[in-house]
């Protein structure tokens, strides 16, 4: 039996979660237990489960991002949560960045294929896009790196009082709580813990959010910020 042929019958609250973009979420999974499982984006045991650990479980991070925010996706990877969120969000402005390039060719085909004309593929590393990228409201994540180690390339990238929305799993808690001293150095003024997707995943997903005040990085990063500003200008006034 072929990867294609384990993906699993279309869960009926994708329906709803999806909405108009139903028929472009049922291609996307097509396309991660085909092109995703060939290029080593996902593992083959993932495709059973590629709609209610995967698909779904990113799509509800959409009930607590605001409205017609830009997003940055850190470590998109194969487009999760970035790419379900773009499908019932077209109201936001999403940045999928990611460092690899294999990967990066496989989004860019997901977004022109899907038509979403909403969100932008970018190759490279959050410490390097810094002061290239324009700062954005919302940072999201999953499975990327533990918390504190998240934060350090999250965070920076966000305007002022903008938040990070890591998508944890069991370890959410222990993460936060280890993770406490650093977020305060970046900047955090408020955390806490959300639990989304009631009547859709069982369990529902769990994202730790992370508040940041006036200062995104805290002071080590405020002056590499604008250094990799000065830097960006400088490069815009000699081309």
Not at 27 to 34: F, H, I, K, W
Not at 44 to 60: I, K, M, S
Not at 154 to 168: C, D, N, V
Request: aromatic fraction near 4%.
């Amino acid at each position: 039996m072929s990867e294609a042929a384990e993906l699993p019958p279309v869960p009926e609250q994708a329906r709803d979660v999806f909405g108009d973009r139903y028929a472009d979420a049922v291609r996307y999974a097509e396309l991660l237990a085909e092109a995703g499982v060939k290029r080593g984006l996902i593992g083959p045991r993932e495709v059973p489960r590629l709609w209610e650990r995967h698909l779904l479980n990113c799509a509800v991070l959409s009930e607590v991002v605001p409205e017609g925010v830009t997003v940055c996706d850190v470590g998109s990877g194969a487009g999760l949560p970035g790419i379900p969120l773009a499908l019932v969000r077209d109201d936001l402005k999403i940045t999928l960045l990611e460092p690899l390039l294999r990967r990066t060719n496989f989004l860019t085909e997901v977004v022109e294929l899907l038509g979403l004309d909403h969100v932008t593929v970018v190759r490279g590393r959050a410490e390097e896009v810094m002061g290239k990228l324009p700062p954005v409201h919302v940072v999201t994540a999953r499975a990327v790196a533990p918390l504190d180690r998240l934060a350090t390339w999250g965070i920076p990238l966000l305007r002022p009082y903008g938040e990070m929305l890591a998508l944890k799993g069991d370890t959410a808690e222990e993460e936060l709580k280890a993770a406490t001293a650093a977020l305060s150095k970046l900047g955090a003024e408020e955390t806490s813990i959300l639990h989304v997707g009631a009547g859709v995943v069982d369990p529902m997903s769990t994202v730790v959010r992370v508040e940041v005040g006036e200062s995104p990085g805290g002071v080590r990063f405020a002056a590499k910020r604008a250094k990799a500003a000065r830097t960006g200008r400088t490069r815009r006034r000699r081309g």
